[in-house]
């Protein structure tokens, strides 16, 4: 089945520092992806979509200079927090479905620490 | 996008069958309903989806009501290592369409 890896799976910066989070489909090709952020105890909340070739759709409230996301090719994707704070701590999740596919493939997630 | 609800919570026993509904009152037509399983620090994972009527797979079973307002997951016989969040989520499967989590049901199995 369809697999979606993300890198690394846990990390540790210092407050300002940027962070690079990968997310690749590995055996499919993926148009679009999506980026979640999800606290302790809480629901997943969806941040962006990454759309191959253009620029990512922003959530509302989701600050598209603090996030980027970069969406170079039909397996990769990137986002990158930028000048990260202790606030940003959170785990990311990456998904992506295949064209034509009925269901979504989730990363097993990044943790974010910010010192 | 249709929103949905489930209960916050629910405890149940090895052995048992556990039912988790889920409203979506204002379900579209070309809206599939998916129920995905998550562990602490792991992403979540595809449990099973459908469209209307039953469904079932070799984990799990889908009840869907002919008016598509709401759905049931049902775990037969669960075990301790079905202790996680169910999310059930509601949307159109285009691979640019995106979803949305509602909050989830946490499942604790007791021993």
């Known amino acids: 089945g369809a697999v979606v890896s993300q890198h690394p799976s846990w990390v540790i910066c210092k407050s300002g520092t940027s962070v690079k989070i990968e997310c690749r489909s590995l055996?499919?090709?993926?148009?679009?992806m999506f980026w979640y952020r999800q606290f302790p105890k809480q629901s997943l909340m969806l941040m962006a979509t990454s759309n191959e070739g253009s620029k990512a759709t922003y959530e509302q409230g989701v600050e598209k200079d603090k996030f980027l996301i970069n969406h170079a090719s039909l397996t990769l994707s990137t986002l990158t927090v930028t000048s990260a704070h202790p606030e940003d701590s959170s785990f990311y999740i990456c998904?992506?479905?295949?064209?034509?596919?009925?269901?979504?493939?989730f990363g097993a997630g990044s943790r974010l620490t910010v010192l | 996008l249709a929103k949905t609800t489930q209960p916050i919570s629910m405890d149940s026993y090895e052995g048992q069958e556990v039912n988790i509904t889920c409203s979506h009152n204002?379900?579209?037509?070309?809206?599939?309903i998916t129920w995905y399983q998550q562990f602490p620090s792991q992403g979540p994972r595809f449990i099973i989806q459908?469209?209307?009527t039953k469904v079932t797979n070799e984990v799990a079973s889908l009840f869907i009501p002919a008016d598509r307002k709401s759905s049931t997951l049902s775990l037969p016989r669960v075990s301790l290592s079905d202790t996680a969040v169910y999310y059930c989520?509601?949307?159109?499967?285009?691979?640019?369409?995106?979803?949305?989590f509602g909050g989830g049901t946490r499942v604790l199995v007791k021993p």
């Open positions: 055996d499919f090709q993926a148009t679009t």
């Open positions: 459908g469209y209307k």
């Open positions: 998904s992506a479905r295949t064209s034509g596919a009925n269901v979504l493939t």
């Open positions: 989520l509601v949307g159109e499967t285009a691979a640019g369409n995106k979803l949305t």
């Open positions: 204002n379900i579209a037509t070309n809206d599939y």
